[in-house]
């Protein structure tokens, strides 16, 4: 009898010691699964982050498909600027170098807008700005006005330039004044023109000095 109490107690220690074992199996198990879960949750997220990334990738490829056009149209448009600004140089060269006329630069329909007052300050045709402005001009000189171009610049299809001229007027006096142009281009000819000087310089030469026949 003492005997198989003693087997009841052992027995009854065994399972007690065996508790602890169990439960931690049971942890470390639950332990395992719970990786497990993060793992997978882990390469879930990773693919996601890839998906996401392949469906930002088309509007990667258009942002660079529409850039590329954009770069070159502002390439076209540098290499027409100074292709205007080439032409309207070469015509002031002409006029300093008495070897051409810088009127041809306007084509046949071009208007040209004298601003500012005063008996010449409007807007002309190509023929009535020569006919009217001009050459009425060039009569109240002595020696034809010599231009000193500052600097020609451009933008897009309008060309800047400004300039000095200087002459002799036909009463021995000088005449100078300082002008500021503004030609809109087409096919490598001024379609229109702003002319800004000192306007109260020019009526000065209109107004003191006949011209003369």
Do not use: C
Not at 39 to 67: C, G, M, R, W, Y
Request: glycine content about 8%; proline content about 4%.
């Amino acid at each position: 009898m003492r005997y198989l109490g003693q087997i009841f107690i052992g027995t009854g220690l065994i399972g007690l010691l065996a508790i602890p074992a169990m439960t931690q199996a049971r942890t470390e198990e639950a332990g395992f699964q719970s990786n497990v879960a993060a793992l997978e949750l882990s390469h879930d997220s990773t693919a996601l982050n890839k998906q996401s990334a392949l469906n930002h990738f088309p509007a990667i490829v258009d942002l660079a498909q529409a850039t590329q056009p954009n770069q070159a149209d502002a390439q076209e448009t540098q290499v027409i600027e100074q292709r205007n600004k080439e032409i309207v140089r070469q015509y002031f060269d002409g006029w300093r170098n008495g070897t051409g006329n810088f009127f041809d630069l306007l084509a046949p329909e071009a208007t040209w807008t004298i601003t500012g007052t005063g008996a010449t300050a409007g807007t002309y045709r190509k023929q009535a700005l020569i006919d009217q402005v001009v050459n009425p001009t060039s009569a109240r000189l002595s020696a034809p006005i010599v231009p000193t171009v500052r600097g020609i610049w451009a933008d897009g299809d309008m060309v800047i330039a400004l300039w000095d001229g200087e002459a002799t007027a036909g009463d021995g006096r000088p005449y100078r004044n300082t002008y500021t142009w503004y030609f809109k281009m087409q096919d490598g000819k001024a379609i229109e023109a702003i002319a800004f000087l000192d306007m109260q310089e020019f009526n000065d030469l209109w107004t003191r000095v006949s011209p003369r026949n």
